[in-house]
């Protein structure tokens, strides 16, 4: 090897030993003390060992206002590139708070949009991984331009290629955007924030006094606003739960997920002893979901938020599905603005990325009341029916206990577009429950009877034999099949296979227009 | 060196033994060529020094 050789090879490992230093030792071990990993760590911890292959590793910033010149490392705060998750391509950035602050400047945004383009031109998923302290004010309005590149191709990318953000640091002001505008969000319990704007900036404007984690931490976001789909406890968890979402969902919208063997169910579950018979009486879906599916393999998304509706992933069959089922043991199932939101939002991505709905249906009404109204269940609910309606992958329902008025309509019903509606012989599928409905057409004949409690309970009975049961739906073809409850998993695996091949186009339009 | 460290013979003769047992080879017949030590990765670093309990998710952990 002659010196030229020699000296090239010096310089390209003093490079790379610089690349790998991130932000010095002092502020790696800070990193570290707050329980958080480097970004180079994360990336490890995300693919499969030894698959991550790093791009632009040497990208600088090219800002010299402010001493930014002085500050300048290579990479300038993020590590992108691609890897394997599962043996499949996967493309991902991720922040390094040790630079910088993990700030977003023009270089910075530009290695991110360089990922995210490759991700696309390579139908292969996207996982940003967030900790930064925000725009890089040192580069002025370049910065802001960098986060209007990224959430220009977050939006693009939406329903092509699934989105997830993992957010491992604090993330603020209009970078929220960007994991908002993702399919799903990942926090962490220890690190993660996020907030439009923060502790100081509220208590200027409003003189509210709150902390950072009220504010805006992963409780906050997972139980109140919704925002955050999956919680974890450190960034290790965080990650190997990012890994098993990816199990569930195809590469892009132009491919089904894979098969994942694994058949195993438990067959000590029993359908009746889950579920009561009385349709006042509460019981945990979770249970129900867990009795028919491949075992142990329900991911549900969105746990904490708007807990009467239960929406997830699981196999059948080592096929994926996406599950939308409504929770007796809160607020007895009733539909509000938050299950609308949660339900329709989850359907559409399944809708976007060819995984097939299966809907458990035990719903008892729209939830009434002037705070549901006033605050636009009209326009929420609209949603779910809107989102049901126009998913054409295959659509699966089973009534499993009641099914009332407009909340049945909008659970996947037969008129919605449902492929397959089973019920279970205890389902009551009716406009509406036996007392509410005899107020209103038995008001006259039991203001006229001399014994009006005897006459109410006549005409309670009278409907509930009439009308409160599964069969008038099936004669009138609304329900494809009364079923036996043991016959539940056997029904939806034929359901599915013969729905495989599904196509199903809707008319030719730039797009919808879903009640926003 | 510690008692509960192995030497580098040690670890070479583990490695041939999971190999003659993985692929049914009498250990006798297998031949060391060459001998690398490994450095650990920035993560594999983290998780030995904090004691970190870890393992990578896979799809196998679903069966």
Redo the contacts between chains.
């Keep these: 090897m002659d010196n030229k050789w020699s000296e090239s090879i010096e310089k390209l490992t003093a490079y790379k030993d610089s690349i790998l230093e991130a932000g010095g030792e002092a502020r790696v071990s800070k990193q570290h003390s707050q329980g958080k990993l480097t970004a180079r760590e994360r990336m490890e911890a995300l693919f499969d060992d030894d698959t991550f292959v790093e791009i632009n590793d040497m990208v600088t910033s090219a800002a010299v206002d402010f001493g930014m010149d002085k500050k300048r490392k290579m990479g300038d705060g993020v590590i992108t590139g691609y890897g394997k998750v599962h043996g499949r391509t996967v493309f991902a950035s991720s922040q390094d708070f040790t630079i910088n602050g993990g700030s977003l400047g023009k270089a910075h945004a530009m290695k991110i949009c360089r990922a995210m383009d490759m991700a696309m031109d390579m139908k292969a998923p996207f996982i940003s991984m967030n900790d930064s302290g925000g725009a890089r004010i040192e580069e002025g309005i370049d910065s802001l331009a960098g986060y209007a590149d990224i959430f220009y191709r977050n939006t693009m990318a939406s329903g092509v290629i699934p989105q997830i953000s993992v957010i491992l640091g604090p993330c603020a002001g209009g970078a929220c955007y960007s994991p908002a505008i993702c399919d799903y969000i990942f926090m962490t319990e220890s690190a993660s924030q996020m907030y439009i704007t923060g502790p100081q900036v509220v208590k200027s404007v409003t003189g509210e006094e709150i902390t950072a984690s009220d504010l805006g931490g992963a409780s906050v976001h997972a139980a109140k606003s919704g925002v955050a789909h999956f919680v974890y406890e450190n960034d290790l968890e965080c990650l190997n739960g990012v890994r098993r979402l990816i199990g569930y969902l195809p590469d892009s919208n132009s491919e089904f997920p894979d098969n994942v063997p694994g058949t195993a169910v438990d067959n000590c579950a029993d359908i009746p002893e889950i579920v009561p018979s009385n349709p006042k009486a509460a019981y945990d879906v979770r249970d129900v979901i867990n009795s028919f599916i491949d075992l142990g393999s329900f991911m549900e998304v969105q746990s904490e938020f708007a807990k009467n509706i239960v929406v997830g992933f699981a196999r059948i069959d080592g096929d994926t599905i996406g599950i939308v089922a409504n929770q007796s043991n809160c607020i007895a199932g009733s539909l509000e603005i938050n299950a609308s939101d949660k339900g329709a939002r989850f359907i559409r991505f399944c809708d976007c990325f060819n995984i097939p709905l299966l809907t458990l249906v035990d719903v008892p009404a729209f939830m009434p009341g002037s705070n549901q109204e006033h605050n636009g269940i009209i326009r929420h609910g609209a949603k779910l029916l809107y989102a049901f309606s126009e998913a054409t992958v295959p659509k699966i329902s089973i009534i499993m206990r009641k099914a009332y008025g407009g909340a049945y309509i909008a659970m996947n019903s037969k008129g919605l577009g449902a492929d397959v509606v089973y019920a279970w012989p205890i389902a009551e599928i009716a406009v509406m429950g036996a007392s509410g409905a005899v107020a209103i057409i038995g008001r006259k004949a039991i203001s006229e009877a001399e014994d009006q409690e005897a006459k109410k309970q006549e005409l309670i009975d009278e409907y509930n034999d009439k009308f409160m049961n599964p069969y008038i739906a099936a004669k009138n073809g609304y329900v494809d099949e009364v079923i036996l409850p043991e016959q539940t998993r056997e029904k939806i695996v034929a359901a599915l296979d013969m729905l495989r091949f599904k196509e199903k186009e809707i008319p030719s339009k730039k797009h919808g227009n879903i009640p926003l | 060196m510690t008692d509960t460290e192995l030497t580098k013979e040690e670890i070479v003769a583990m490695a041939v033994a999971a190999i003659a047992e993985e692929t049914g080879t009498d250990a006798k017949n297998i031949r060391v060529k060459s001998f690398r030590e490994m450095s650990l990765?920035?993560?594999q670093r983290?998780?030995q020094e904090?004691n970190?309990t870890?393992k990578?998710?896979?799809?196998e952990d679903?069966?």
Excluded: G, R
């Excluded at chain 2, 990578?56 to 799809?59: A, G, Q």
């Design positions: 990765s920035p993560l983290y998780i904090n970190i870890y990578k998710y896979t799809l679903e069966l």
